[in-house]
Structure formats: C-alpha cells, structure tokens
C-alpha cells in the first residue's frame, strides 16, 4: 500500500481545547476560531474576502485510526455501522470537512466559524463552498 505525505497550510486557534469543549458538530454551538495561514502558502489567500463560505478540511490529529464501526444515531434508531457512513473523527484517515464562512481577515489569518476542531488542528487544504468560485 502506498503512503502520502500532506503538508498543513495551517492551524487552527480555537478557544475549544479538548473533547469537552466541543460540541458535535459546527453548528451546535461551535465557536469561531482563527486559522493562521503559514507564510508559504500566503499567496493562496488572493481573493479571499469577508463573508466568504468555505470548506476547511483539517487533519483530527487526535483522533483514532483503527477504528472501523462506529454508532450512528439518528432520531429513531441506534445502531452499528461502518465508519464510513457516520460523520465521526475516529477513522483510518481523519479528515475533517467544515463548513465555514470568513468573519475577519488579518493578514495571513482569517477568523472563520464557527468550526468545532481542537486548538492546534492542522489544516490541510481550505476550499470556496461556492461554485461561483469555479468559473
């Protein structure tokens, strides 16, 4: 099997620290954050602007790798499933998909939210939400 090397374009500054303070997903109550850009990639941000959506993908560092079923709860029913169908961090390869819109630009740092990762998450890629941005 082959391996890939991503390198983080960023991180994330959160006042969310750990498990505890986090809520399930974004919209439950997420705070928002800071995502600091890393100098290299600065050039990447030309066009951004406030009120932009965006896709922030992260790179859950803490979460677990060998986990391969979890539960997946909906409002009826719990049961058993593959992680593959649930939205969980605990995964072979932890991506994390955000839904995000820009609050505030600073230079190379954008405050975005809201966005329920831990302080310190590693962003690997970041994307427009808007298919406006492809034309």
Known sequence: MSSYTLEPVGFIRSTVKGRED????GPEGAPDAWLEIEPQFAEALLGMEVGNELIVITWLHEAKRKVLKGIRATIRIVRLTGVFYTRSPARPNPLGL??????????????????????????VDIKSASTRADG
Not at 22 to 25: C, D, E, L, M, N
Not at 111 to 122: L, Q, R, S
């Open 22 to 25: 986090a809520p399930r997903q």
């Open 98 to 123: 955000h839904p995000v819109t820009v609050r505030e630009i600073d230079g190379t740092r954008l405050k975005i939210g809201p966005i329920e990762v831990f302080d310190g998450t590693p962003v």
